[in-house]
């Protein structure tokens, strides 16, 4: 969304703000004084997106995960251009206009208000060098840079799911694997085993609270994420079959159809070292489960015909 929201326009200014060309306007609230920012330099910014009501889009601060770039050269009124006046240890807001950012016939996101609002920290530049071999060395040093933040991350995680538990005063069961779960509403009837389909609503949060996906309209509308093109109904998931996260399919079968819980779930029942998409590497995750139905297989279901193997001709080996 950091580079989906990236053009955009405001007629004039406000107090404090600067006019950046293309009618960007922005307001540099800490400024160390070092070297600018240039285009090509690599950046690791956190940011904090928020519509004009003070209402969160979205934050790196509470994924656990800064925005890493190599610095391109923005056009007039895209955000990025703004990095060129920044140094590291600088922070910026920069305000860009939705009606400017949509042009007409694209599809306006489901948010509030007139404006968009960035909260910019520039927190660490490694700037390009030049000549022979500085290639080598700017690539070496990110890398390096790189690997001390899966170091944080993986450090971290520990501390973040306890913190979770902790501070929610949630009282469950830890499983051998790690997964964490605590059933706020019991169900009835057996539990889903390998092979059943389990039908579900899911809230996704970060261990900061934030929902990041749902498929329970209420929850999405209140939490800005709601999608119109999305069903909102409950989802299909096979049981214990590696279709879903292992969280998934170990905590699923410890709950009876009806039931409701909480699960807790460490990166490596989870996404692990990698991460995926907006989840950073090492990060635990928070699952409210309902299971409302079990589909069991259909024992007497057709299966489908083995297929048939032609033998394989056997070349003896000729004798003199």
């Given at each position: ?8 326009g ?95 016939g ?18 660490k ?33 520990a501390?973040k ?11 469950g069961i ?20 390998v ?34 093109g999305l ?23 410890q ?10 779930v ?55």
């Open positions: 969304m950091f580079l989906a929201l990236a053009t955009i405001l007629a004039s200014c406000n107090g404090g703000y600067k006019q950046a060309p293309g009618g960007l306007l922005y307001n540099i609230h800490i400024d160390k004084g070092g070297p600018k920012i240039k285009v090509g330099d690599f950046i690791s910014v956190n940011v904090v997106a928020k519509t004009d009501a003070d209402s969160v889009i979205f934050s790196t601060y509470e994924q656990g995960n800064r925005s890493d770039r190599i610095l391109q050269k923005g056009a007039p009124g895209d955000v990025m251009s703004v990095f060129t006046n920044l140094a590291e240890g600088d922070s910026a807001t920069v305000k860009t206009n939705m009606d400017s950012l949509f042009k007409k694209m599809r306006r996101p489901p948010i509030k208000g007139k404006y968009i609002v960035y909260e910019i920290k520039v927190e530049v490694i700037s390009k060098g030049i000549g022979k071999g500085a290639d080598t060395v700017w690539n070496a040093q990110i890398k390096k840079y790189m690997d001390s933040q899966v170091v944080v991350a993986r450090k971290a995680e501390s799911f306890k913190k979770y538990i902790d501070d929610n005063k949630l009282v830890n499983t051998p694997d790690g997964l964490f779960y605590t059933i706020t509403k019991p169900g009835t009837g057996d539990k889903p085993a092979g059943d389909t389990a039908e579900v609503f899911y809230v996704a949060r970060f261990t900061s609270g934030k929902v990041f996906e749902t498929n329970v309209k209420e929850i999405a509308q209140k939490n800005n994420a709601y999608n119109p069903p909102y109904k409950a989802i299909r998931i096979p049981v214990g079959v590696k279709k879903v996260i292992p969280g998934w399919d170990e905590g699923l079968m709950l009876n159809k009806g039931a409701k819980a909480t699960f807790v460490p990166s490596k029942l989870g996404y692990g070292e990698q991460g995926f998409q907006i989840i950073p590497p090492f990060t635990p995750l928070v699952f409210d489960i309902e299971l409302v139905n079990i589909i069991h297989p259909d024992p007497n279901a057709s299966k489908p015909a083995a297929p048939v193997l032609k033998p394989t001709v056997q070349v003896k080996p000729t004798t003199k």
